[in-house]
């Protein structure tokens, strides 16, 4: 079935259980990815995948929800059995409606339609770049994390109100995880990912120059002293930290009591007011955008910070609601609905009088730590109290060299952080998750074993 | 409940039958496969949330799928879809044939028919009859964030309830022909305190396989009260001082630092990537002699037991370390293809739309002789982990996971909460550290994340004393 005949053959269904209010989010997808060792293919896969989110309002317009890979006659019919006894437990204080923008029009990227390039292809050029990567530098071994794929997908919305959306979009994605060895040293490793529409648009050579460079840099390594240190957070690492309490900006984190806001923040003064942070899932670098969130909302650019004032939250319908505001496109669709960024932009606003403008990661020769990537966020982020420890890939520079810190953590807290941020350079980096400038902070604590 | 019933050794998910399997199993032979394997799922889920005393949401979602997966010599093809359909099965062994780029269609494996059908559902069928009913969970959750309310502090009350129940059929041309029924539940309580500027938060989890009663026994009062005086103790908690110090770690959840420091290292995949430590270590010693280490697939209701893994072989009983001495690796059939390492019915996967790997059940470093006092009275000046959060293990084999709940130890007693802390290291380095195990083993459930998506698992230890390592802090 396509989606259209879905959307008719859920509507006829409903009709039959007499369920006047429904809607559903939907995604088609065929995914293909490849996997090298040392020139020889190791797995090739492929996927066909289907997943139909189904949600009924009751007679006393309660939400049931149901989720399937069955979108046959019988299982649609059954997810909106499902569905419907679901909402006997749907929750009595807080409605859900429709978005009131579900009919919107919808700025859709005009990318260019991308065709599968095949497993073959993705086999070849993979076992290229692994020869290449391994050929960069004599210390490089192997490169034991390594995958090339595509995706091909369609997301559709639709309710019993008329609303109806789909896109289809294509994705690849290159990621090389080289490992180094050199004779009484511990072995060091690092990679790099790049996306595209499809494979063609992918920079093969410069993910592969970038996998090795980093990885080679972190030859000569030590430990650090454990101490409070001037940090520069590079581009991804700073949108890292940033995603990981993005629950500051997220509305439903609020009401929950997990948020380090709450409904009075907007206007809280968070940072030097040289910092500008915006959501733009839509921007022309995303490679991941989509034009409606899982309510059908349009997805839009929200500044999130404005010279370092919280400016606004992220909502779906019904926090929306409650905050007396319209949805931001950024809801998922469950039984209660999350919210989520989706591309962090942060840059520099004209207000930068209070920056020490002189801290330049590439010019600087005083003392500080570069952090190039955090590791494990799943483990060492406590978003609802602030909290982070968490282990990274960086470096130590003094007096103008460098080098690598063989293995730390740095601590701290995000408000604090965003308090003592003392420099966001001018120039602005594009990376997998958004869009950032390097970042200076001062005093946080590094714990090495040294 | 399931939507299909397993009806008789024959007939299974509809039109998927014996008959069906071998021809399918045929063709993909025919066709000039080494091996073919086919991996048939269906399930039905639902999970529940209570917030403060209402339910705030129940999900329930059904599904199918396949995953087929061809061997030639020791590259593999897998193809997973939601098509069950003979057309559909028929249609995923070409893809996977086309992709290994088997054009020659010479037969290569051999196939005499599958064998004896190994049934694991018979003595559970009647789970299906016996899991709790939304309403059940729903009044006991709610029961149960009441038990949380106990002062004014507790400003966010959580109760969360999920349940997998899966049915799988596994087919290959080896001859394998099993089905299994798998129940997975698990509950969890979760607050957050708040005082001022001072938050904490605590949680409980609690899981079981198999035995749908095992919720309605659950103690949720006891459950809650751990979670309660957990918060209260870190609430107004300071912020641990770094440094490199001896750690005891408590029992139960404290396994964690086992299974990401060491047990992933020893799972085939790992050698196949060649990013173990450990790959040229058998018969030779890698821990403390006080340490022996187990991985097994049947732990009577753990979380990580299994009948059957998800490649069709019963799972054994592997002792990793023993003695402090490597002896077993965690392997998988890609792995014993790769490897050599032979299965030890470890192949895992979160559902059909991943190939199975090498994964750990029930893992647990086996009891000692000291008592839990020994080890914090052997301490001046350290740290006593009572709490752990998750952890991860990176390709050098570096390790690092969370402390939820942490107490300083001066000597020999415990002393104030700490909060903040992480402990890092590498496992070449953590295991010859392990110098003293208690005689108070315990395990815990949880998930772990890797190369076939999420499974659930069982760590476990006795309390254990490490002479030293990092800890992360302010």
């Not at chain 1, 040392?38 to 949600?55: D, F, N, P, V, Y």
């Not at chain 2, 912020?239 to 085939?268: R, S, W």
């Amino acid at each position: 079935m396509n989606s259209r005949e879905i959307t008719t053959q859920i509507s006829k269904a409903a009709d039959f259980l007499n369920l006047k209010k429904w809607d559903y989010g939907a995604s088609f997808s065929n995914d293909y990815s490849v996997q090298v060792d040392k020139g020889e293919a190791k797995q090739l896969k492929a996927s066909q995948k289907q997943i139909l989110t189904l949600r009924v309002w009751n007679e006393s317009n309660l939400v049931g929800i149901t989720t399937t890979s069955d979108i046959s006659e019988s299982g649609i019919k059954k997810a909106l059995n499902q569905a419907n006894i679901a909402s006997d437990f749907g929750n009595k204080n807080e409605s859900t409606e429709f978005s009131p923008l579900a009919k919107d029009p919808i700025e859709a990227k005009d990318t260019k339609k991308r065709n599968p390039v095949g497993i073959k292809k993705l086999l070849t050029l993979l076992r290229e770049a692994e020869v290449k990567l391994l050929d960069s530098h004599e210390s490089i071994k192997s490169v034991p994390y390594n995958g090339l794929s595509e995706s091909f997908y369609e997301r559709v919305y639709a309710n019993s109100d008329g609303a109806y959306r789909s896109y289809t979009k294509s994705q690849a994605a290159l990621y090389l995880y080289a490992r180094a060895e050199e004779n009484n040293k511990k072995p060091r490793s690092s990679g790099s990912v790049k996306l595209g529409y499809g494979v063609e648009d992918i920079d093969i050579d410069l993910c592969i120059k970038e996998a090795s460079n980093k990885t080679i840099s972190h030859l000569n390594y030590s430990s650090v002293k454990t101490d409070k240190y001037l940090i520069c957070f590079s581009p991804e690492s700073f949108l890292t930290i940033i995603n990981a309490f993005s629950s500051m900006f997220n509305a439903r984190s609020i009401l929950d009591g997990v948020s380090l806001s709450n409904k009075n923040s907007i206007g809280e003064k968070l940072s030097t007011e040289a910092l500008n942070i915006y959501d733009d899932g839509l921007h022309e670098k995303n490679i991941s955008s989509s034009p409606f969130d899982g309510e059908g909302t349009p997805t839009k650019r929200l500044c999130l910070i404005n010279r370092g004032k919280i400016e606004n939250f992220i909502h779906s319908e019904s926090t929306a609601r409650i905050f007396n505001t319209i949805p931001t496109g950024h809801a998922g669709l469950g039984s209660k609905v999350s919210v989520s960024p989706d591309w962090i932009v942060v840059e520099k606003s004209e207000e930068n009088f209070d920056l020490k403008t002189s801290l330049d990661h590439t010019t600087y020769e005083g003392e500080f730590v570069y952090i190039e990537e955090l590791n494990a966020i799943h483990a060492g982020v406590r978003a609802s109290q602030g909290s982070f420890s968490l282990p990274f890939d960086g470096w130590l520079y003094k007096n103008g060299t460098k080098i690598s810190i063989e293995s730390a953590t740095v601590a701290g807290d995000i408000k604090y952080l965003l308090k003592n941020i003392i420099n966001i350079e001018s120039k602005q980096e594009v990376t997998t998750s958004g869009i950032s400038p390097h970042i200076w902070v001062d005093e946080l604590s590094i714990t090495g074993d040294a | 409940m399931l939507s299909s019933r397993i009806k008789s050794n024959e007939i299974v998910f509809g039109n998927c039958n014996k008959d069906l399997l071998e021809e399918i199993i045929f063709y993909g032979i025919g066709l000039g496969a080494d091996f073919v394997e086919i991996f048939i799922e269906n399930t039905d889920n639902s999970s529940v949330l209570a917030e403060e005393d209402f339910i705030t949401s129940v999900s329930p979602s059904f599904g199918k799928g396949a995953g087929i997966r061809i061997f030639k010599e020791k590259k593999d093809g897998f193809v997973s879809t939601n098509d069950l359909t003979k057309h559909g099965l028929m249609r995923s062994v070409s893809q996977a044939i086309e992709m290994l780029d088997i054009t020659d269609n010479k037969q290569r494996g051999g196939f005499n028919g599958l064998n004896r059908h190994r049934d694991y559902t018979l003595s559970k069928k009647k789970w299906i009859y016996e899991v709790p009913s939304i309403h059940e969970i729903s009044e006991k959750l709610l029961v149960s964030t009441k038990s949380l309310k106990q002062n004014n502090k507790i400003i966010t009350r959580k109760a969360s309830y999920s349940r997998n129940l899966q049915e799988v059929i596994i087919a290959s041309s080896d001859g394998t022909y099993a089905s299994d029924i798998r129940l997975h539940q698990t509950v969890g309580l979760n607050v957050i305190a708040s005082d001022a500027q001072y938050k904490s938060s605590g949680s409980r989890r609690f899981g079981s396989s198999g035995m749908p009663n095992e919720f309605r026994l659950w103690d949720h009062e006891k459950a809650a009260n751990d979670v309660f005086e957990s918060s209260m103790n870190m609430l107004y908690a300071d912020y641990v001082d770094a440094g490199q110090m001896p750690v005891v770690l408590a029992n139960k959840f404290g396994g964690v630092i086992f299974h990401e420091a060491c047990g992933h290292l020893l799972e085939t995949t790992q050698i196949e990537r060649g990013t173990t430590p450990f790959e040229n270590k058998l018969n030779e010693k890698i821990a403390h002699e006080s340490v022996t280490a187990i991985d097994e697939g049947i732990s009577e209701g753990s979380f990580g037991s299994l009948s059957v893994d998800d490649e069709g072989m019963e799972p054994e009983k592997s002792v990793l370390i023993k003695k402090g001495i490597l002896k077993k690796f965690i392997s998988d059939r890609a792995g014993e293809l790769r490897t050599g390492h032979k299965r030890t019915g470890s192949g895992r996967r979160q559902n059909y739309s991943f190939a199975a790997a090498s994964r750990m059940r029930n893992t647990y470093i086996a009891k000692g002789e000291h008592s839990k006092e020994d080890l914090i009275n052997s301490i001046s000046d350290g740290l006593y982990c009572k709490s752990m959060g998750g952890g991860s293990v990176g390709a050098t084999g570096q390790f690092n996971f969370a402390v939820e709940e942490g107490y300083l130890i001066k000597n020999g007693k415990l002393t104030n909460p700490v909060k903040g802390a992480t402990l890092i290291g590498e496992a070449k380095e953590v295991m010859p550290k392990i110098s003293m195990c208690g005689n108070d083993l315990e395990l815990a459930p949880g998930f772990c994340g890797s190369i076939s998506g999420s499974v659930n698992v069982t760590v476990g230890q006795p309390h254990i004393k490490v002479d030293s390592i990092t800890v992360g802090g302010r």
